[in-house]
């Protein structure tokens, strides 16, 4: 029999384990530490948010994103004619234009609205790496629910759908890089 301190006995042969009386009223009587951490609420976070700096980053998340935009899906051929190929499904150029302004204040709000997230999860600012971690997290998530559930909906085919699957994760990871770079200035 091997003895530890404070009344635990170890039997070598069988493995039991016995422990006295004195050992279980210490354990009870010790300060128990909290089983999960305090969440904070969404005010708390709110108000610890640098929102000059939010806006920033919005701001040059949204100037990213249409400039990777403008260079994938407008200047280089590879998506421009896969779109071509379904004229009844997307808007030509000409279309595309009139109601741009709309997609432009869309999209600057969505990204706001992603850089306010990155500030309550990140809130010492953590870089451009953390970003484009979280950047990569919201192009899965843009991958899943939008391109891969478009090819559901319409009458597209893989060609389409893998190039924008590609062309989108990387976009939202430079989006969130920059989201990341900036707010952390």
């Known amino acids: 029999m091997t003895h530890f301190s404070r009344g635990v006995r170890v039997r070598r042969t069988t493995g039991e384990i016995t422990i006295s009386y004195?050992?279980?009223v210490y354990l009870s009587r010790r300060?128990?530490?909290?089983?999960?951490?305090?969440?904070?609420?969404l005010p708390e976070m709110m108000?610890?948010?640098n929102y000059g700096r939010v806006l920033l980053a919005a701001a040059g998340g949204f100037v990213a994103y249409f400039a990777f935009g403008f260079l994938v899906f407008g200047a280089l051929p590879l998506l421009r004619e896969e779109?071509?190929?379904?004229?009844a499904v997307y808007r030509n150029q000409d279309g595309i234009k009139k109601v741009m302004p709309i997609g432009m204040v869309?999209?600057?709000i969505a990204i706001l609205v992603l850089a306010g997230l990155y500030a309550m999860c990140c809130q010492q600012g953590y870089g451009p790496?953390?970003?484009?971690?979280?950047?990569?997290a919201i192009g899965l998530f843009a991958v899943c629910s939008f391109?891969?559930?478009n090819h559901v909906n319409l009458n597209i085919g893989w060609a389409l759908t893998w190039k924008q699957a590609v062309a989108y994760f990387l976009e939202w990871t430079i989006v969130g890089a920059v989201i990341g770079w900036i707010y952390k200035m």
Request: proline residues 6%; positive net charge; glycine residues 12%.
């Open 22 to 24: 004195n050992v279980i």
């Open 31 to 41: 300060k128990k530490a909290k089983t999960s951490p305090r969440w904070s609420t």
């Open 47 to 49: 108000g610890s948010m």
């Open 83 to 87: 779109y071509a190929k379904y004229p």
């Open 106 to 108: 869309a999209m600057f």
């Open 129 to 136: 790496l953390d970003g484009a971690g979280f950047g990569a």
């Open 147 to 149: 391109v891969l559930h």
